[in-house]
Nanobody, 122 residues
Framework: QVQLVESGGGLVQAGGSLRLSCVAS????????MAWFRQAPGKEREFVGV????????YREDSVRGRFTFSRDNAKNTGYLQMNSLKPEDTGVYYC???????????????WGQGTQVTVSS
């Protein structure tokens, strides 16, 4: 079992930055990849990207490439999503997820956080 708690969301102007955190507990943090998803109002949840168990590999969707960075600190059981050059279309609830299914980069995960709201104003 893995429990995930996100934080760091908020309201920011377009062009600004936010850093989201996801603190994990339960199973050994270094044993699973950590992914990030987001869900905009009225839309389905979409995959943003993922970082491997040791942080050595990352994958991100084209929509955030060059703007979003994934990192993790296995000693602190925490994953991070650094979001720069934010756009209004980045608005949504952001979720971290753990323990992917299938091959890299997985878009299906066993464990989910509760989400944190990110709002980007124009």
């Amino acid at each position: 079992q893995v429990q995930l708690v996100e934080s760091g969301g908020g309201l920011v102007q377009a062009g600004g930055s936010l850093r989201l955190s996801c603190v994990a507990s339960g199973r050994a943090f270094s044993s699973y990849a950590m992914a990030w998803f987001r869900q905009a109002p009225g839309k389905e949840r979409e995959f943003v990207g993922v970082i491997s168990r040791d942080g050595g590999m990352t994958y991100r969707e084209d929509s955030v490439r060059g703007r979003f960075t994934f990192s993790r600190d296995n000693a602190k059981n925490t994953g991070y999503l650094q979001m720069n050059s934010l756009k209004p279309e980045d608005t949504g609830v952001y979720y971290c997820a753990a323990d992917g299914l299938g091959s890299w980069p997985s878009t299906k995960y066993n464990y989910w956080g509760q989400g944190t709201q990110v709002t980007v104003s124009s």
